[in-house]
T-cell receptor, first 115, second 110 residues
Framework: DADVTQTPRNRITKTGKRIMLECSQT?????MYWYRQDPGLGLRLIYY???????NKGEISDGYSVSRQAQAKFSLSLESAIPNQTALYFC??????????????FGPGTRLLVL | DAKTTQPNSMESNEEEPVHLPCNHS???????IHWYRQLPSQGPEYVIH???SNVNNRMASLAIAEDRKSSTLILHRATLRDAAVYYC???????????FGTGTRLKVLA
C-alpha cells in the first residue's frame, strides 16, 4: 500500500463549487504539505502543517483552506473554485534524515479541472 | 530565497552515465541541496541530498562544488526508467521551504 494517498485522483467541477481534496499518510510523519503544479512548471507550496495544531500559509494560499484532522490526514479545500485553479495537486509528508535536512514523500497527485 | 538554474532538457544514451548540472550561486551556508525526480504521471520522488560533501546512494551520486555554487547529479548508468524531470532544490536548515524550479527533462535513448 502507498504511504501517501490522495483522493480523488481526478475531479471535474464547475466554477463556484466547493470541493475538498483529501490526503492520508501511513508514514507517521508530523509534517504535511499541499502543492500545486501547473503544466511545464515546478511545484508551488499552498499550505503546510508541522503538527495537528500548527498550520501555515505557503506562497500561494489565496482561494484555498486546509484542515489537519489528525496526524495522518490533511485536507485541502477550494471554497469557491475558479478556472485558474485547474492544476495537478500534490500532498507530501516529510521527515528528518540521519544526515541532516529533510526528505519529502509525495502522493500520486489529484488532477483538478474547473470548468 | 536562493534559486537554482538547470538546463531545460538533456539526452543520454541508455547504459551511459548522465551528469545533470545545477547552478545555485546565491546558496547560503545552511542551505541543503536536494534532487528529486518526477516520472510521468507521478509525484516527485526523492533522489539524493547533501550539504557540503559529495554523497552516494543506490540511485545516484551528488557532486557538490567546493564553493557550493553548483552541483551535479550523476546517474551512473541511465536506463529507460530514468526518463523524468529532475529538480534541483535548495532548502534552508530547519524550515519547510522547498523552492522548485522548472527542472531538467531527461530523455534516455535506447
Amino acid at each position: 500500500d502507498a504511504d501517501v494517498t490522495q483522493t480523488p485522483r481526478n475531479r471535474i467541477t464547475k466554477t463556484g463549487k466547493r470541493i475538498m481534496l483529501e490526503c492520508s499518510q501511513t508514514k507517521g510523519h508530523d509534517r504535511m504539505y499541499w502543492y500545486r503544479q501547473d503544466p511545464g512548471l515546478g511545484l508551488r507550496l499552498i499550505y503546510y502543517s508541522f503538527d495537528v495544531k500548527d498550520i501555515n500559509k505557503g506562497e500561494i494560499s489565496d482561494g484555498y483552506s486546509v484542515s489537519r484532522q489528525a496526524q495522518a490526514k490533511f485536507s485541502l479545500s477550494l471554497e469557491s473554485a475558479i478556472p485558474n485553479q485547474t492544476a495537478l495537486y500534490f500532498c507530501a509528508t516529510s521527515d528528518l534524515t540521519s544526515q541532516g535536512g529533510e526528505t519529502q514523500y509525495f502522493g500520486p497527485g489529484t488532477r483538478l479541472l474547473v470548468l | 530565497d536562493a534559486k537554482t538554474t538547470q538546463p531545460n532538457s538533456m539526452e543520454s544514451n541508455e547504459e551511459e552515465p548522465v551528469h545533470l548540472p545545477c547552478n545555485h550561486s546565491t546558496i547560503s551556508g545552511t542551505d541543503y541541496i536536494h534532487w528529486y525526480r518526477q516520472l510521468p504521471s507521478q509525484g516527485p520522488e526523492y533522489v539524493i541530498h547533501g550539504l557540503t560533501s559529495n554523497v552516494n546512494n543506490r540511485m545516484a551520486s551528488l557532486a557538490i562544488a567546493e564553493d557550493r555554487k553548483s552541483s551535479t547529479l550523476i546517474l551512473h548508468r541511465a536506463t529507460l526508467r530514468d526518463a523524468a524531470v529532475y529538480y534541483c532544490i535548495l532548502s534552508l536548515i530547519g524550515t519547510y521551504k522547498y523552492i522548485f524550479g522548472t527542472g531538467t527533462r531527461l530523455k534516455v535513448l535506447a
